[in-house]
């Protein structure tokens, strides 16, 4: 009889972390974001685009729809909105390009795939996707990716797509800067001077019925980056990493920085070999480790429980969730 | 007097340390090498390749040269060797072309370069070792990188360079077995069926009079592999990682799989986090978690203490190391 109402027990709590602990988190880039910086008009319209995003990523895992599916879903919306630098809306390289990476992984499978400098598909995300689920390969460049795309069935667009006024604005400014420093002889690489955001990439980690984590990262890059320059968005490790034993995680910041950290790997580690919890790993690696050496940027993080946590070393970072009960939040500045 | 002898001593064992300890391991690349299954002439021309390399490296060792620099050396001498699969003598893509890939890290400063896709650089690494020194960035790739290494001196060389009649030979005889294949309707990414190795990235690891550690890595890929496809051997974390405080590690195998298991930092991070030792951590990384996934590989490690590591689940693996004692070795095939 003790056996039986054990056996009972296990198969409820089973069945009720089944049917109920979905969660999905998601960001929109971090940057030096304070309130007031941003006009009413333009943050309603930041959190519209969030809203947007969390609803279609929310509405496949109440269904019963993946991790995997609902991070597309939830990132596609982000890289479509023209606020947001991934997909429309991506900055512009020195070379005056749009050069789009983004990545995805399975924390079930520890299945990946990625995609980085690509110029005409309309959504990286579902370029990465296909690479993960199509090919023999988790990390595809260049043309090489986008023939692949195409192949698969991903919505090809000419590079004109990706060009809005506001991000090219802000490339024509920076050039103009640039010419006057170099009458100064003072060269490096000259950071994004959009007030709203400095790094702008996306991304999003879910949870869902089936106890399934899954990452997925998007972005433009850097303003101004050189070509042919990969940052840490589709780089399995550093800027998106998921794993059913540990975390998910989705990272926007100065790449080359989270490279040198394997920053998303770093966290996982630490919950895997070090027993921390995610929010002290994700504290020690964000807050400590990355600042140590230099760099800035922020994460958003998920657990198998369904803990959230988001760090940011900027002075805002762009981010929301939404839970399986309906509890929800979208943020835009330190709290 | 108690004292003084105790500032003496530590004098003397921190200038042994200084004057003594450098050590250089170098793989050329894991297969399915077994005794017999090379001819003692072509075994004779790689044993004399992988001696040229050592000689490279230690010689700058010995000299108080850097980690770093004793890296490039022998991987420049390794990419040059038409007989490995990096440089010349890289293997063909899909698509009939040599893709090169690269990548270094310092341990010191984890300052990190790497380079993908290039077709025109003769020796990857220095064009890795120019991004790590000479831009902000860690990764670049394709045009842009070919740009950026040949704007910082690094030779050029006519695509033509890269082909040998070798690779040539076994990418034309993989594309008539996979028409064959076509036609039985079976899909796959071909593995190359040169007998002497699978996997013929090349890399090295150093320790340096100082205490300092680096690693890199070099490599053509996989034969056929897809146009655009990137390996583990650029990605920081995945092929390549060293830290002072840990290890210094370079790697070679299916590529795709060392992504996604974050290779070379997991086997950091069991030394930092779970206090293992190098042996233990690459042990497990290599023999336990990485046929468990289904894939399949070496790799080279060395610590700060001059512990020297090589593990490959293949039948052999190119690898050699020299010593500050001159004790050294170069083996090939499984003990």
Request: glycine letters at 12%; a positive charge.
């Amino acid at each position: 009889m003790r056996y039986l109402f054990v056996f009972l027990f296990s198969c409820c709590s089973y069945s009720s972390v089944l049917a109920q602990n979905h969660v999905l988190v998601i960001h929109g880039g971090a940057g030096s974001l304070t309130p007031g910086s941003v006009s009413p008009g333009k943050e309603a319209a930041y959190r519209h685009g969030m809203q947007k995003a969390l609803n279609a990523g929310n509405r496949i895992l109440k269904n019963g729809g993946t991790a995997t599916d609902a991070v597309v879903a939830a990132i596609k919306v982000l890289e479509d909105d023209s606020l947001f630098n991934a997909g429309k809306g991506a900055v512009f390289t020195a070379a005056g390009r749009n050069e789009l990476d983004a990545s995805i992984m399975d924390g079930k499978t520890l299945k990946a795939g990625a995609v980085a400098g690509v110029t005409t598909v309309k959504n990286p995300i579902t370029a990465a996707r296909a690479v993960m689920d199509k090919s023999p390969h988790v990390l595809m460049a260049g043309k090489g990716a986008e023939l692949f795309a195409e192949k698969q069935g991903c919505t090809i667009m000419p590079a004109s797509y990706f060009r809005t006024e506001e991000q090219y604005n802000t490339i024509m400014d920076i050039r103009r800067a640039e010419q006057k420093e170099q009458e100064q002889k003072h060269g490096s690489l000259r950071q994004p001077e959009n007030p709203d955001f400095k790094y702008g990439t996306v991304g999003a980690v879910a949870l869902d019925k089936y106890g399934n984590l899954a990452a997925g990262t998007s972005t433009g890059g850097m303003t101004n980056k050189s070509f042919g320059r990969i940052g840490d968005s589709p780089i399995i490790g550093a800027g998106t990493y998921a794993n059913n034993n540990t975390c998910a995680i989705s990272c926007t910041g100065w790449g080359e920085y989270f490279i040198r950290l394997v920053m998303a790997k770093s966290i996982s580690d630490r919950i895997e070999l070090a027993h921390m919890s995610l929010d002290d790993a994700a504290n020690e690696m964000m807050m400590k480790r990355l600042p140590e050496l230099g760099g800035d940027g922020g994460m958003i993080g998920l657990d198998r429980k369904g803990n959230i946590v988001n760090y940011f070393n900027t002075p805002g970072m762009f981010r929301a969730y939404i839970k399986w009960n309906g509890e929800s939040a979208i943020e835009m500045y330190r709290k």
